[in-house]
């Protein structure tokens, strides 16, 4: 257990956003963050108290989203909660509460298609055999191998495609057993959470994330404190064994876990 000065110094982050919730921000990743990490993706899901948790700061708060890579509606779907804002496919969507329809980032214009036009000209046969499994995210289209027949030799052709994606001007962005081809715009959580918080009165803003793809919120939250449009920000990391180390060197506190973070909502509700 972490001894006091961890919860003072958490305290006094958190004080400027509970004083004045009404012009306050709570961003938040989903995957790893308020979802825990399970061995199937698409088995994700937020537990029941934390969905409750994110409704009462809905209430109370300026502004609450979820901050994903996952389109926006799974990431709705997977957190369960209707009441707050997801930004999706690292910004690319934003779906606001109580819409169907995701909102395409402005910078898209006439680039939605690129990557799906990318894949549909890729030897689909030699797809198969290799054994990708293509995934359709709209502006991205992600590639997957985990499973394939020979993984390695799945890689090789991946990094193939990759290297012909960036000759015809598109970017290629590499997980883990798994290539996105993304058009040439850009895009990353932390433009999507300053396009996200340009539109809400806020002085106060907090980011929690667990990945590389994180840092770029907390890097977005400081840029608005330095040009003094925001007053006060708290970047929080979700320690767990896959935490890449930047992600907590770069955060103002870090938390064990998801579990850690729920006592950061319960703080911030209460
Ligand atoms: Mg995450």
């Not at 994903?68 to 990431?75: L, Q």
């Not at 990094?159 to 015809?168: L, Y």
């Not at 994180?214 to 064994?241: H, K, N, Q």
């Amino acid at each position: 257990m972490e001894a006091a000065p961890g919860d003072e110094k958490l305290a006094r982050l958190l004080a400027p956003l509970r004083e004045d919730p009404g012009r306050a921000a709570i961003l938040t990743d989903v995957d790893g963050t308020i979802a825990p990490i399970t061995g199937r993706p698409e088995e994700a899901g937020v537990p029941e108290h934390t969905r409750e948790l994110l409704r009462k700061l809905a209430a109370k708060y300026a502004l609450v989203a979820g901050i994903s890579g996952r389109r926006a509606v799974d990431a709705r779907r997977i957190v369960g909660v209707d009441e707050i804002a997801y930004s999706g496919n690292h910004g690319f969507e934003l779906l606001l509460p109580g819409n169907d329809e995701p909102l395409p980032d402005p910078s898209l214009d006439g680039h939605e298609g690129d990557a799906a036009r990318f894949v549909a000209e890729l030897d689909s046969a030699e797809l198969d055999r290799a054994g990708f499994r293509v995934e359709d995210k709209g502006a991205i289209v992600a590639l997957h191998w985990r499973g394939a027949p020979n993984e390695g030799e799945a890689e090789s052709l991946a990094n193939e495609i990759a290297t012909a994606a960036e000759w015809q001007d598109l970017v290629s962005h590499r997980g883990r057993k798994v290539l996105e081809i993304r058009p040439n715009v850009p895009i990353n959580k932390g433009i999507a959470v300053a396009a996200i918080l340009a539109a809400k009165p806020v002085r106060a803003a907090l980011y929690a994330g667990d990945d590389r793809t994180d840092v770029d919120g907390f890097t977005a939250l400081r840029t608005l404190r330095e040009d003094g449009d925001l007053e006060a920000v708290a970047c929080i990391a979700i320690a767990s064994p896959e935490t890449p180390p930047e992600v907590i060197e770069s955060a103002d506190l870090s938390v064990p876990g998801p579990e850690g973070f729920i006592e950061v909502l319960e703080a911030l509700a209460a």
